[in-house]
């Protein structure tokens, strides 16, 4: 099982960004998503967690209304699009994976998914 996270970089307070997670070795449909960050000196926090379609996918308080996930099992990709960007978004954002029958919020809060995918670098700096 592979997940490989792309798309980081560095963009201005505002911009956007879309990350990508391209997913082999697993079906998508049988996985619940969770896209995490890490920021400098914090512990690793959940962003989001989509569980079998997008219209089930659970942000926290800090991308509601800016992050936004899309599917496409097709291509077992996951892409997270951020907009409106803070400074404070500045982490390490990571995949991950859990079997959808499997996973609870608990889990998800716990960072305990099955699978893992190096992070990328978002930067939010002027």
């Known amino acids: 099982v592979q997940l490989q996270a792309s798309g980081g970089g560095l963009v201005q307070p505002g911009g956007s960004l879309r990350l990508s997670c391209v997913m082999s070795?697993?079906?998508?449909?049988?996985?619940?998503v969770g896209w995490f960050r890490q920021a400098p000196g914090k512990e690793r926090e959940g962003v989001s967690l989509t569980t079998r379609s997008e219209d089930r996918t659970y942000y926290s308080d800090a991308a509601k209304g800016r992050f936004t996930v899309a599917a496409d099992s097709a291509k077992n990709t996951v892409s997270l699009q951020m907009n409106s960007l803070k400074p404070e978004d500045t982490a390490v954002y990571y995949c991950a994976v859990a079997n959808y029958r499997e996973i609870s919020f608990l889990r998800f809060q716990r960072g305990a998914m099955d699978y893992w995918g190096k992070g990328t670098l978002v930067t939010v700096s002027s």
């Open positions: 070795g697993i079906t998508l449909d049988d996985y619940a």
